[in-house]
């Protein structure tokens, strides 16, 4: 006979898949492009979240219901500590290497006083999947979406459990989480994908998911049922759900229009019944997947690993190593030992003790180790950025004050022929994950064209890229730099680049968009076509703005006639160049 465990100390598997959807979190913040489906670890824990919550409401709700917003107090204590320890110090941290936009990053923070990161962003943010890898708080979002729900839920659990009856209870969820589940696609084709994807409105039925899994996981207790197969049907089911779950967090796409029509609501489906499954005792695969201890170690450090993987990842990415392998070690490392630090220090003590007796029981001395360790290691990385920053500079410094040598003695070569064609030219483009929407467009108008694009790319190792490309870097040659579509340029490099290569025909694409993300690059782009002779602004921004046919109107992403436009201004762009009609105001 199956019985659904019911000591939450005992039921590792819950914490086990918690650790597995933060694991695929941090990988998608690594590397959105191999783990594209790993924002989906935020709605696997959302519905966990909805789960937990409902029972721990149920429990209480028949023995020490007035206790509630005590015992939610103490809950959020737990965590209180470790999450302004993690503000506090990407704060400062970011205020130190002189982040910009640094007042977003500041009302970020603030927004969490009042747990709306959510609302702010969806106000003020260009857009959370152009954005996210550029703020270290962004995260935020996620927790201000789940106590938002959890404050919500109690209020509403508090007047529905006055009728007794656990089976209205679980119609009055069934009709909230249609409602929310149909706002989402009206709210995708009215306002966006950002505002879809962070409003509480929207986000809702993955919660409520959680609180409907719990009241059927009461009200109709396995055991009453005697399947026929029972042995048989748990694992297949439970090795299902766990197929279904990896597939969508390698596979899903934020571009597919499939997720905000229905795709999050048979999402949460999956993570329904997968909880509903590894939470019967004789479920052994389940037991055997999700109690195995490095998920369930990862699942109790969930809480500080998700707080310091954000700012970890966006600090050691600002030091510059192009997503390399060097930069997934350093960050694992120092995520990890944040995480433990955190963890043992703060969070399980708090656990233990209540936060109160917590703070009594510091030892100030051992205290003062693991303190030191964690500046030490912040020194190191926040030094690391300022030497490569020096680096930068000096050579910034040594080329700049040779500009004018050069100048002088090479000028920029005019070109050696009239009426181009563009099927005949090759160039190369360079550009971030934005260009992988366009790269088969610019290849078949343009045959012969190099292209090199990377997700997240920010312009930090232009030349190590040219290095690649070692045709390119000769006298008259053309390239074409697309930056800012998935992360925040690094300007410094973009014009060392420049200045190192004083031959080339240089185009620089700006941004779509008037928002000030995108007005602080467009204006840095055009002042720096207009510094130096061999640099040209295609003027991308203003070809959008006075036609608004270009992008779908359902995904928001550019359609066959906006794909031909962006080709066929970057080919007018170089052809003008190349014939001589140059103009430095940017190409239109």
Known sequence: MNQRISDSKN????????????????????????????????????????????????????????QINEKMSRYMLRYLPTLMIVIVATLIIFSLMQYEPFHQLRNTALSMIFIVPNWYMIQYHDGYFDAYILEPLVHLFALGVLLQCVVIWTFICRLLFKFKSHLKVMQ??????????????????????????????????????GALVALISQQFNTSRFKFRYDKFVLPVVTILMVVLLIISFM????????????????????????????????NNIGQLIFKFKPLVLLGKRAFPLYMWHMPIIVLIRSI???????????????ISVLTELTYRKIQRPIEKLGFKNAIRSINWQKFIRPALIICLLILFIVSTVYI???????????????????????????????????????????????S??????????????TTDVEVNRSGTGLSRILANHSEFDQRGEVMVIQLGGTLKPDLESVEDFIINHPHQHIFLINLRGNKEYSREINESYYALTNEYDNTYLIDWNYEVNTNDDYFDEE??????????????????????????QVSKKGFQ
């Open 251 to 282: 596979t899903a796409k934020t571009t597919n229009i499939l997720l905000y029509f229905g795709g999050t609501f048979i999402f949460s489906l999956i993570v329904g019944v997968l909880i509903w499954s590894i939470t019967i005792r004789d």
């Open 555 to 580: 995904s928001g992403q550019l359609n066959r006639k906006g794909k031909k436009a962006y080709s066929n201004l970057i080919s007018k762009s170089i052809q003008i160049v190349l014939e001589g």
């Open 388 to 434: 490569n920053s020096f680096f930068k500079d000096d050579i910034k410094d040594y080329s700049s004050s040779n500009t004018e040598i050069i100048k002088d003695e090479i000028k920029l070569e005019k070109p050696e022929y009239r009426n181009v064609n563009m099927k005949k030219i090759n160039y190369l483009y360079i550009g971030d994950g934005f």
């Open 172 to 209: 009055a969820i069934a009709f909230l989480m249609i409602i929310s589940a149909s706002a989402m696609p009206i709210v995708f084709l009215t306002a966006g994908v950002s505002r879809s994807f962070l409003g509480t409105d929207t986000r809702l039925q993955t919660f409520l998911m």
């Open 320 to 334: 510059g190593f192009n997503h390399s392998i060097i930069e997934w070690l350093i960050a694992i490392i120092a």
């Open 436 to 449: 992988n929407d366009v790269v088969d467009q610019l290849k078949n108008d343009t045959p012969n064209l």
């Open 11 to 66: 039921n590792n598997s819950i914490t086990g898949l918690i650790g597995l959807s933060i694991i695929f979190i941090v990988l998608y913040h690594l590397n959105r492009t191999v783990f594209s489906g790993g924002f989906f670890g935020v709605d696997v824990l959302l519905v966990i979240a909805g789960y937990l919550h409902t029972n721990y409401l149920l429990r209480i709700n028949d023995h020490q219901g007035h």
